[in-house]
């Protein structure tokens, strides 16, 4: 890792995209599917590789790998760009969004800081990139991913948090995202 830059863009990498002011925005159903549809695609169409994940209220931890002939940056880059808009007219035009006014004077305050958003921004603009180099690091980012529904009171058991790959590597369930299944070493 060079600071917060991804320079081994078909490695794997631990990223955790944030969204601005730590905004609870997933907490409604709605903005965490368009975040796995829009991981969906970016699987079919850019060359993502989903190893690992979990969705929080106002974060995503992801172990994640470009495939050869795509770069990490620009499938991140991408969702984010895609994920922002679809989010963003989603909190805009649903009438049963509560905290519309709010969410929308936090993502214009964020957005006169960032040259790249005109009105809104939803995202921070870092995804603190660690590339994952040893079958230790993997390991333990592997359970820090899963253990966080947990340590937020959200379950119980790992497994049964829905936006989660931990129902995959514990029981063999299928999870909402296809997993990527790394080399036997990664995950013992």
Known sequence: MNGHKITNQNNLHFITPTIVGWMDVFTRKIYKDIVIDSLKFCIENKGLSVHSYVIMSNHLHLIVSADEGFTLSDIIRDFKRHTSK??????????????????????????????????????QRDNHPIELMSTKWVKARIDYIHLNPIRAGLVDRAEDYLYSSARYYINGEEPLLTIQELDADYVK
């Open 86 to 123: 679809q989010i963003i007219s989603e909190i805009l035009t649903n009438s049963k969004e509560s905290r519309q006014e709010w969410m929308t004077k936090l993502m214009k305050y964020y957005a006169k800081f960032n040259s790249n958003n005109k009105e809104y921004q939803l995202w």
